[in-house]
């Protein structure tokens, strides 16, 4: 029997989680909501709101859990991707509490624990899987052949899924944080009434930079005979009538496009690999386009499709849990003298 401690601080979201043999006894987040006035996350913000929120949510933590800090068996938490003084924060307090009670620590990669999120809740998929990774920061095709063995086989060369999402709705002129409300108004229209291209890149990498310029130029123009040009050739009080005439169908047309990007990849990936066990991880796999269209891909190709429970595709401290406990099985301890990085690969 082995319990995990897991602390999330990688961005805006400070959370704790307890998990004993692989169950999740506890998964508690305390949300920003400070960041919203300012149209995105304000780091020195966000790493004084960990300072404010860790203390309790650990102890929120282990009270719903109903454990005691001498019950667990180490102390898990989020080294890298992210920013950088709010990794500090959750790092600096799981290393202080690893040293106070003698407990090992161990460091995780973001990335792969949203990839392991599919290993919380059944139904769970089997080796090996393919796994689509779509957040804010990153996009990526996941090779997994175990618990801690995974490859990434395909990913964005500029901008990730998520950052296409959000950047798209800030163009409109949403609030902050935008890419759920493009899902939300998405679903109430025409997602074939404007057509936006699909990047041509060779094998399995992304790209979103010139889909992202395409709609700013597409909504200068408000959609005048779909010409792409970065100058205005309407007025930006006609541009914001056509938007809130067309907010719908924009907001569908958009979510279509990106979705298509990232299941043609996948499709391609599965091909390639030869396998039908499908996952996707990650805050954009929330996104209802994106869940829909892979399952209804899924039953074309006659893949095992897996999509974790909502809860477990933001940014959450389960899935460093269930890292730090497969981490655990195998012995895989880090020292004190292990510093977080904003940006790592895996």
């Known amino acids: 029997m082995a319990t995990i401690l897991a602390i999330e601080s990688s961005c805006d979201e400070t959370a704790a989680a ?24 304000v780091p020195e913000l966000a790493s004084r709101a960990h300072m404010q929120h860790i203390v309790p949510v650990v102890d929120a933590a282990l009270k719903k859990a109903n454990c005691n800090l001498s019950d667990i068996d180490a102390i898990a938490f989020t080294q890298a991707p992210g920013l950088i003084g709010a990794l500090l924060v959750g790092g600096q307090f799981a290393k202080s509490l690893a ?6 620590l161990i460091a995780v990669h973001h990335m792969q624990a949203h990839v392991l999120a599919n290993l919380i809740a059944d139904p769970k998929p089997t080796f090996p899987f393919l796994c689509l990774t779509v957040s804010g920061g990153h996009t990526q095709i996941v ?33 902050y944080p935008g890419g759920p409300l493009i899902d939300k108004y998405a679903k109430e229209g025409n ?19 010139g889909l992202k310029t395409s709609i700013l130029y597409f909504l200068n123009n408000a959609g005048a005979s779909n010409v792409y040009k970065q100058e205005f050739v309407v007025s930006q009080e006609d541009r914001a009538a056509f938007i809130a005439q067309n907010l719908n169908d924009i907001c569908a047309s958009v979510q279509q496009r990106i979705v298509s990007i ?10 390639q690999t030869g396998i039908k066990e499908i996952c996707i991880a990650g805050g954009v796999s929330a996104n209802s386009g994106l869940r829909k269209g892979l399952q209804e891909m899924g039953e074309q190709k006659k893949w095992n499709v897996f999509i974790p429970p909502f809860e477990y595709c933001t940014d959450n401290a389960a899935m460093i849990a269930i890292t730090g406990y497969y981490k655990y099985l195998a012995g895989q301890y880090d020292d004190l003298n292990i510093a977080p990085s904003a940006k790592s690969s895996w």
């Open 18 to 41: 307890v998990c004993c043999d692989a169950k999740i006894l506890s998964n508690i987040i305390a949300t920003q909501k400070i960041h919203e006035q300012f149209g995105g996350v």
């Open 191 to 209: 997602p074939n009434r404007f057509q936006f291209p699909e990047p041509q890149i060779q094998g399995l990498d992304f790209s979103f930079s």
């Open 143 to 175: 090779l997994c052949e175990s618990p801690l063995s995974m490859t990434v086989i395909g990913q964005t060369i500029d901008d990730a899924a998520g950052e296409a999402f959000d950047k798209t709705a800030k163009i409109i002129g949403l609030p």
């Open 262 to 271: 990232l299941l043609n990849k996948l499709s391609k990936a599965a091909l």
């Open 99 to 104: 040293l106070s009670l003698n407990k090992p």
